[in-house]
Each structure stands twice: as structure tokens, then as C-alpha cells.
């Protein structure tokens, strides 16, 4: 067998009557595995397509929140989707990780290709496309892991970056299955284990292959959900959030990283409050003074993880109505912290009417720590945790 007739390379991706020759050495051309075919690369580019496909939904349902247009809508309930979703988001880009693997074994003779004229603009482009699609896509798994960790050694700002990224990424999953859908057709219309022309009779099977890279999808995810699914905690060894954390509930940004220790606990600490045209003064004391009401809710973050807690405090609509006239606008909120870029959040109306969103004065049964927003905070339903904001100075119907 010559380097320029590489048996599995011509089903990894190269045309197999062509039988292009390959910028490999000798050696390598002459050890192709059987497993490295269109059988594998297809099927396990449907998976990565679906999965690119859940990813792009669920990421943009995640942006939409966070910066809603005019006419994006968001329901208060049920008060465990936000947790569903975003959730679902990280732990399905983890298992994308063995996917690709496995699909970019399958294909990578196709990359050192002997470019020739005959073939010219078509497979430029063709390896181009490929190229930005690879490219596309390894930095929203990267970046997203990144995330996860809150380990960011870039200059540029994650959430807008990965969320043009997605566009990106998933219109070139799209292209490229669109172009390859002849192939991928062809490919699951024969059994996997087909053989081909002048295959080599060992080696690790296409089966094989396939049944490795399912199973190492559903492992990466079963390492991580355990940060979004409490009963499976005990199983996720990469999550980066175990669930503990002050009060049982994890913390991203603590008072002292918010510079706002000495602020919270001033004796002179205030609630204002404006709505109606008219402007309310609350101390941490006449809070407590008012009815109280409990919620059970949880605290989802952008990274994927989750908890749930039972929060107590005053009802927002009934502190409302007590500083004003509310309008049904939206309303804003503003933090102690005037360090970090989520030092104030908007809560749309459906939420700010909804009985179980509180201004937060405990959790599970004591005073809020510091780290979790004492004097009080917003918790809602239904929301990521980065726009429940904490340490609250200020709440304005802005609309």
C-alpha cells in the first residue's frame, strides 16, 4: 500500500475513487484503523450537530435574558426553568468535548490533502469553511469551560464575545451539514461495520469507535450535571460547584470582592425606594417590621450550577404599594457594589407582580451572611443568578 492510497483515509473524507495523495509520512499512511471512516464521522457529526443545535438554544435563551429586547418575554414560572436550561447548556458543551475528539480522528487525513489544481477553488473553500468551523467551535467549548471556572485569561468580554461566537459556530455546523448531507446519507444507509475497499483486517472497530464516544459523552456528563441536578452531586468529580457554600448556597462574588463590607453594615444602611413619583426610605429594621413571606427558589447561575433555597423577606409588590403608586413599569435595582459591571439589574413586570419575589432578608431560616447581599437582596423566580442582585441600595420603576 503506497502513501498516495491510504485505504481508511479515503473513507475518513477523501473520495475513494479519487484516492488523493496525503502530506503523511509513509509510515502513517500505511496504519489506518477501520474505525476511521465516513460511518463514524457521520453519525457522530449528527450528535455534534444536535448538540451544537441544543447549545445555540439554550445559550441564546441565556443572552435574551440577560439583555432582552422589546419584545422578548420570560415567564416567572416555572420557577426551575432558567435552571433547566442553562444548566442543560454547560453540561451538554461538556459532553460535545469526546464528540469531537472522535469526529476529528475520524476526518484529520482529509486535512493533509496534497492540494491539487484540478480540484482548486472547490477545496479551497471547502477546507476554509472547515477550518472556521473547527476553529468556531473548539473556542466555544474552551471559552465556555473557561467560564465555568470563572477563569478568564483573555482581554476580551465573555458574554458578548461567546454569544456572536454561537452564531458563528452554529451556521457553520449547518453549512457543513448541509454540503455533506449526500455523503452523511450515504453513510447511514450502510451498516456501520461495512467493510470497504482493500480495508485493512485489524484495528479497532467503527462499533467500537462509536460505542467509546457515546460513552464518553454520557461520563463527561455525568461529571458535571451534579452542579445543576442535586441528587447527582455525589457524581460529578469536574463540576467546579460541589453545592456548599455560606448559608448551603454557593457564592461567585463575595462582599469583600464587591468592596461593600464597610457599606452593608453601616448602622446608617437605607432602602430607597421610588416608584409613583414618590421616593421611600427603608433601615434593614422596618423591613423586617413589615409582613413577612417565604419562597422557595433556586439560585441558577450562567456557569451551569444550582441550588436551591428558602429565602424570607418582604414581598417586592407590597413594598412597592407601600413607597407608591406602581405603574406596571419594569423596575431597576441597584447594589452597594459599585466595583463589577452587575452592580444593578432589571426586573421585567411579570416578575416584579409575582408573589414570590422577595427583597431577601434571610436564608434557610438566618439573616442573610454578608456574602449573600445582607442588609437584603432581590430574589426572583426563574432567573439567573447574576441579575439577583444583592447588597440592594436603590429600587426605581424606571418604565
Known amino acids: 500500500m503506497s502513501p498516495s492510497r491510504p485505504t481508511e483515509a479515503a473513507d475518513a473524507g477523501p473520495d475513494p475513487i479519487e484516492r488523493p495523495e496525503l502530506l503523511l509520512p509513509e509510515g502513517l499512511s500505511r496504519r489506518w484503523s477501520p474505525g476511521r471512516s465516513t460511518a463514524v464521522a457521520a453519525r457522530t457529526g449528527l450528535a455534534l450537530g444536535a448538540g451544537v443545535t441544543i447549545l445555540f438554544v439554550t445559550g441564546l435563551i441565556s443572552h435574551l435574558i440577560q439583555h432582552p429586547p ?39 487525513p482529509r486535512f493533509f490533502i496534497k492540494p491539487s ?31 465555568t471556572a470563572q477563569y478568564y485569561p483573555w482581554k476580551f468580554f465573555f458574554t458578548t464575545t461567546h454569544h456572536a461566537m454561537a ?23 450502510r451498516p456501520v461495520d461495512e467493510p470497504i475497499d482493500e480495508e485493512v483486517p485489524h484495528g479497532i472497530s467503527r462499533r467500537t469507535v462509536l460505542a467509546a464516544a457515546g460513552l464518553g459523552a454520557v461520563v463527561t456528563g455525568i461529571a458535571v450535571v451534579g452542579q445543576s441536578v442535586p441528587f447527582l452531586r455525589w457524581t460529578s468529580l469536574l463540576a467546579p460547584r460541589s453545592g456548599e457554600g455560606p448559608q448551603g448556597i454557593p457564592i461567585n462574588r463575595t462582599a469583600a470582592a464587591a468592596a461593600v463590607t464597610e457599606t452593608a453594615r453601616s448602622p446608617q444602611y437605607a432602602l430607597t425606594v421610588k416608584v409613583g413619583g414618590r421616593e421611600s426610605v427603608f ?19 450562567v456557569e451551569g450550577w444550582s441550588a436551591q433555597g428558602r429565602w424570607s423577606g418582604v414581598r417586592l409588590r407590597d413594598l412597592l404599594a407601600r413607597a407608591g403608586e406602581y405603574g ?57 443568578g447574576v441579575l439577583q442582585t444583592k447588597w440592594l441600595k436603590t429600587i426605581e420603576e424606571i418604565a
Open 70 to 108: 422589546d419584545w422578548f418575554w420570560w415567564p416567572a414560572h416555572p420557577v426551575w426553568l432558567y435552571r433547566l436550561t442553562q444548566g442543560t447548556h454547560v453540561t451538554v458543551g461538556v459532553m460535545m468535548i469526546p464528540l469531537l475528539l472522535v469526529k476529528l480522528w475520524s476526518v484529520y
Open 117 to 147: 489544481l484540478r480540484r482548486g477553488l472547490p477545496e479551497a473553500l471547502e477546507r476554509l469553511s472547515v477550518a472556521v468551523l473547527i476553529g468556531a467551535v473548539l473556542f466555544q467549548i474552551v471559552t465556555g469551560l473557561f467560564n
Open 167 to 189: 452564531y458563528v459556530a452554529f451556521g457553520a455546523v449547518a453549512v457543513h451539514l448541509a454540503v455533506k448531507l449526500p455523503v452523511v446519507r450515504q453513510a447511514l444507509s
Open 283 to 301: 433601615s434593614r429594621a422596618e423591613l423586617e417590621a413589615l409582613p413577612q413571606y417565604d419562597s422557595a427558589l433556586p439560585i441558577a447561575c
Open 328 to 384: 406596571g413599569g419594569d423596575v431597576r435595582f441597584v447594589s452597594l457594589e459599585t466595583t463589577g459591571i452587575y452592580g444593578s439589574s432589571v426586573l421585567p413586570h411579570t416578575h416584579v407582580v409575582d408573589a414570590a419575589t422577595l427583597i431577601a432578608l434571610r436564608l434557610n431560616g438566618e439573616d442573610l451572611s454578608l456574602d449573600h447581599g445582607y442588609p437584603c437582596r432581590l430574589i426572583a423566580p426563574n432567573r439567573p
